[in-house]
């Protein structure tokens, strides 16, 4: 029993402490008053041994259940259907814990007035699956729903509500805490999205639900095993970002607009007109609003687009005063406009002010690499290598005096400028510019989606970003090494330097790092398409770093593509460099080896998307085949070919199923086609894949196929085969026979590939000698009847029996055995040579097939009673 002991107060008021859970409070002045200065012989007779009781009242009575929980943890109980027999509570025999089914009956009242210890059914239950005693709780405790959980709530107006749900949570063993503290409060409440609050909440990453998540959460009050901390459980009822907020779009397309609608509403808000005197936040494409067609009121924010898209991004609304819309005018532009204005432009002082304000805006100005310009202002000189220049970066835009020194990424001018050097400088000037590409998809997309930390959880799954980006840092750090050295090469330009060894220097890294990025581009795009339209906060992500000078309106698709387009380009340049340099140039030769190690390069790329081509059909048949052994996928394992069967045999399955063998280069799949088609399978990504419609029988690999049996058309046997196996756990050899369903099979075509790759995995050269013709009969194989009524309605009958037999634990055994096709010549590995054996051996296949049995009365009973175990156990070399 759970031993509890009691404090005497007074004539008739005891302080129970039970000895599982303490009431904190309880337990400080239980030590601080009375057990100050008793000895312990004097606390045995001041703390008499009191038995915790549980009195099971109405229908708590009838759930046999709590009964046995009571039971597990020995506490004793009785059933009462009238609690005021129990007068107050009070009993200095027992202490009673009531159990009540129901927390809104007349008797839970009377019991709370009286300040009766209550639990409910699962509260008990948890405690029995624990081997815990009976907590103590200062108030009513039906289940352990919310333990360990604590609240807080905010953006409640109805007193009564918010007593209502708190005492739910009590009831389900969670807590209360008024103010809002990080470290302590699991989950916030909100009703709205505003107050001080929900922005702690907001930045400490607390999870800030509806008060909907309480009262569902209650409804699962019975079940032991539920906890409404789950993540799956309470991520429906998370607040949504615009929650209480009215919004309306100025500046944008018709299009983005009804997009930004669209999502308002499915993200928890409404939509008016502007103008509209119940609008909250008026949102604004600052690119194109140069000033507000009204005044706005103090209660309206203004916001600009990238608030919106960060709200949805972080799943919760953000701070307005961060993305406030101010009028776009900066000190520069107003004093460029009153310069212009000024009714004296013939003024030479003034003259001079317009040119230096022009020449501020112009420092100012960011311009992009995307797309490439020549550079606007006029005072620039206009050399040959001004006309080159399209780099446009802020460094090579900013003007020079004649006598100023050129900063240090700029290209000196010289003073005879050949064409060579004209093309080494485009050659660099787009190399800095790709460079720069790059960096703004790490900076602005790859580094901040692996960020940790982030505000509503991570936006992508690591195994997304990795598909989306690949090879990209490697890509950029290679490149960023080469644009160094040709930024060197040009700043101390000479005709005899080498341009091509710069590209040889890197060729072999850029095999390296180009294949993987180039090979998987296309499942890159389809990656982001795919996660922005699924999810939301990815789409915000965007929206946001797209509309950033830095990309220059491109999407993240379309910077991406840049690599796949990179390395043609530069071997043009280095063919155009080439024309120019002249016989006697050692670069020239160089430059042939470097256009060639390009061209080596590229080679790798295609033959390595034919290879990816390849892995991408493997991935295939493991998602269509349900149960598909893992071990199939293998970096030097490629699909062969593919066909369609139906069983002839009782092996590998049963007659008259319809079989699909994918025959890989070194291993053959044996897939049946599903009975039953499962629901479609959703990955933990959130990607929905079609449902597979193959079932998983055996992987086999070729090195144990022995023979491959063309078996004679006749008129009972169309386009049918057969391959005699052995496993090496298995004394026998099993004959699994087919028929080809597919009219575009070749059959002598498909068994020479099988043969083929057979030959291929034992090191043999003479694949053809696999091969065995044989009439129908010897194997006991005929195609007849395959698809009649009574064919069907055997294949049922068998499949019931088989039911039956696995139910019961019967074996049945086969009463003929097969005898080995090839027992009187051998397997072909146990073939002794010679031409005398070998000609024997072909003249005697034909009798000794004869002589054999029916493929389907192989000695099974014990291969494949154990569902092809032997299989499994045969293919772990296959890895």
Known sequence: MADSSI??????????????????????????????????????????????????????GNIAELEKALQDINTPC??????????????????????????????????????????????????????????????????????????????????????????????????IRKDFDSAKVSHLIAHSTHGEKYRLAVCMGTPILTPEWIRKAWEHRDDINFHAGNEEFRTEFKVPPFQDCVLSFLGFSEEEKINMEERTQKHGGRVQAVGDERCTHLVVEENSIKEL???????????????????????????????SYEKPESPAMKKAVSLLSLTTPNSGRKRRRLRETLAQLTKETEISPFPPRKRPSAEHSLSMGSLLDISNTPDTCKSSGENAKPPKSSTPALPKQSARWQVSKELYQTESNYVDILATVLQLFKYPLEKEGQVGGPILAQEEIKTIFGSIPDIYDVHTRI????????????????????????????????????????????????????????????????????????????????????????????????????????????????????????????????????????FDVVYEVDGCPANLLSSHRSLVHRVETIALGDKPCDRGEHVTLFLFNDCLEIARKRHKVITTFRSPLGQTRPPAQLKHIALMPLSQIRRVLDIQDTEDCQNAFALVVRPPTEQENLLFSFQLTAEDTLKSAWLKTLCRQVANTICRADAEDLIQSTDPDSVQVSTKDMDSTLSRASRAIKKTSKKVTRAFSFTKTPKRVLQRAFMANGTPDERSPGPDADHMGRMSSSSTLAAGHSPSMINLSSAFERKYHTFSRSTTHLI
């Open 78 to 175: 009785i059933k009462t259907d009238n609690v005021r027999d129990f007068g107050d509570g009070e009993n200095c025999e027992f202490e009673n814990v009531f159990v009540l089914k129901d927390f809104q009956a007349p008797e839970y009242s009377f019991l709370y007035k009286n300040d009766s210890r209550i639990l409910g059914p699962p509260a008990v239950m948890h405690c029995a699956s624990k081997g815990e005693p009976l907590p103590f709780s200062s108030r009513p405790l039906y289940s352990m729903t919310m333990l360990n959980l604590s609240l807080c709530f905010t953006g409640f107006r109805k007193k009564d509500e918010v007593v209502t749900l708190v005492n739910l949570v009590h009831h389900m063993g969670g807590t």
């Open 7 to 60: 404090v005497t107060l007074g004539p008739g008021r005891s302080l129970l402490v039970d000895s599982s859970v303490y009431d904190s409070r309880m337990a400080e002045t239980t030590k601080e008053q009375f057990f100050m200065g008793l000895h312990a012989d004097e606390t045995e007779d001041v703390l008499p041994r009191v038995e915790t009781r549980v009195v099971l009242v109405g229908e708590a």
């Open 293 to 323: 067609p009204f005044t706005p009121s103090k209660r309206l924010y203004v916001v600009k687009q990238e608030w919106f898209w960060g709200s949805i991004q972080m799943d919760a609304r953000a701070g307005e005063s961060m993305y």
């Open 483 to 618: 644009k160094a050295d040709l930024e060197e090469l040009v700043m101390n330009w000479s005709e005899e330097r080498s341009v091509g060894d710069i590209i040889l220097k890197y060729s072999g890294e850029l095999v390296k790092a180009y294949p993987p990025f180039v090979n998987f581009f296309e499942m890159s795009k389809e990656t982001i398409v795919r996660c922005e339209r699924q999810k939301p906060r990815f789409h915000a992500f965007l929206k946001i770093n797209q509309s950033k000078p830095e990309c220059g309106r491109q999407t993240l698709v379309e910077l991406l593509i840049r690599p796949v387009q990179r390395l043609p380009s530069v071997a043009l340049l280095l063919n155009d460099i080439k024309k120019h340099t002249s016989d006697d140039n050692p670069d020239k030769v160089t430059l042939e080896k470097a256009i060639e190690s390009l061209k080596e390069v590229m080679t790798h790329i295609n033959e390595d998307k034919r290879k990816t081509e390849g892995q991408k059909q493997i």
